[in-house]
């Protein structure tokens, strides 16, 4: 789907679908909605938008979940359920020190993945799911 303002503007004033789908935020809720989408026909998510009924020169921008690379949508879905990170680098084949270094620690400071045990995060018992809404 061509993603220009006139489309955008069009899809926003048409409303939600079976292939759209508008999320205020990038939650647990759109990361299965992307899942359910990939799974079927396809479709589009647009986080960060609210959809209204009117739109009186309101800008909405839509959250491209193109952006996101193949590995974090990998692990951002994987962690739905809580996964330790050995179960997280045995998934993408990737090297342990890339994963927990380049990855992992990346996505908890922006908050997209959390601990499941914050106060200890260096314990050999933690995992890793994906934000929940707050």
Not at 86 to 98: S, V
Not at 104 to 125: A, G, M
């Amino acid at each position: 789907m061509n993603m220009n303002p006139s489309t955008i503007s069009k899809i926003l004033r048409t409303g939600e679908s079976e292939k759209i789908e508008f999320k205020e935020t990038f939650t647990r809720e759109a990361l299965e909605t992307l899942s359910a989408f990939a799974n079927t026909k396809g479709g589009t998510l647009f986080a960060n938008a609210i959809h209204h009924t009117t739109h009186h020169g309101t800008h909405h921008t839509p959250y491209d979940v193109d952006t996101l690379t193949d590995t974090e949508k990998k692990i951002f879905e994987f962690c739905l359920t809580p996964r330790t990170r050995d179960e997280i680098i045995q998934m993408l084949g990737l090297g342990p020190q890339y994963v927990r270094k380049k990855l992992l620690t990346r996505l908890v400071k922006e908050q997209k993945l959390e601990y499941t045990l914050p106060n200890t995060p260096r314990s050999k018992k933690q995992k890793y799911m994906t934000v929940k809404t707050r």
